[in-house]
């Protein structure tokens, strides 16, 4: 017994110099190097609070410096298997998301690990946040209806945080493009009716909110979307009002001066 007990001790004391050499390491930029003794501190003491720190240490180096997603996403799952709802596991949870979404782009498997994870805390601060990312992973997919939906829900049971703002825009940005996707042919009533509610949508949007940074896009939108159902000489007007406050105003000199053309041609 006290021999086990001793080659237990060397073993923990052997784990935590590992780890200080991985951190070591990692502070130097030398982040292959500092994965591989994260490791060994894992291997080491795979059932202790140092042991799972190092593992997810090591995932987190891998996908920020490395761009090894995959292997991260499978220390990560490691870790919510051994940790279940701890907040360790929840975290690891967290960050498999984030890998899925922000770093990958598969939206299928980011949107059924955020309905996961806000089916398992429905009562998480980050709900707000998940939700978006499914809406906004819709959205990428193409998914208009279902984009619709979730970003419609995040309006009404997330009102005050700034997730609800951010679905009020984008809500408009789906139709918009739904309008610019829309197989059959110009100016169709089906057509234009979807641009009518990108318009109504945005100037909801901007009476709503009038102080977010946001407004000078939804302007944009509601110009874009004038331009598209043919009302040229409001597009031009809207697209006045934000020459100066549009992120990048070359965009919008660019559009006025396309618009300004049509408008000469057609009056010709």
């Excluded at 906004?136 to 208009?144: E, I, K, L, R, T």
């Excluded at 896009?217 to 809207?238: K, P, R």
């Amino acid at each position: 017994m006290a021999l086990a007990l001793f080659w237990v001790g060397c073993s923990v004391d052997s784990a935590k110099n590992r780890y200080l050499l991985a951190e070591k390491l990692w502070s130097e930029a030398n982040y292959a190097a500092a994965v591989v003794e994260f490791d060994r501190v894992n291997r080491r003491d795979p059932d202790g609070e140092l042991g799972r720190r190092a593992l997810l240490r090591s995932a987190m180096t891998q996908t920020l410096f490395l761009n090894e997603h995959d292997e991260a996403i499978r220390k990560l799952r490691l870790i919510v298997d051994q940790e279940g709802d701890s907040r360790l596991g929840w975290d690891a949870r967290k960050q498999i998301g984030e890998i899925l979404y922000t770093r990958q782009d598969k939206h299928s498997e980011s949107i059924q690990h955020y309905q996961e994870l806000v089916r398992l805390r429905p009562q998480a601060p980050e709900v707000p946040e998940f939700l978006y990312r499914i809406a906004d992973s819709y959205f990428q997919g193409w998914a208009f209806d279902s984009a619709l939906e979730v970003f419609d829900r995040i309006q009404k049971e997330c009102a005050g945080t700034p997730w609800a703002e951010k679905a009020s825009y984008q809500l408009g940005m789906v139709w918009l493009t739904r309008g610019e996707q829309r197989p059959g042919s110009r100016f169709s009533s089906q057509e234009k009716e979807t641009y009518r509610e990108a318009i109504r949508l945005f100037e909801a949007f901007t009476q709503k909110y009038p102080k977010s940074v946001q407004v000078p896009e939804a302007t944009f939108g509601i110009a874009v979307a004038l331009e598209e159902l043919d009302q040229l000489d409001q597009a031009l007007s809207v697209l006045e009002t934000i020459q100066s406050t549009y992120p990048t105003p070359n965009v919008v000199q660019i559009r006025r001066i396309r618009l300004k053309e049509r408008i000469s041609r057609r009056r010709r």
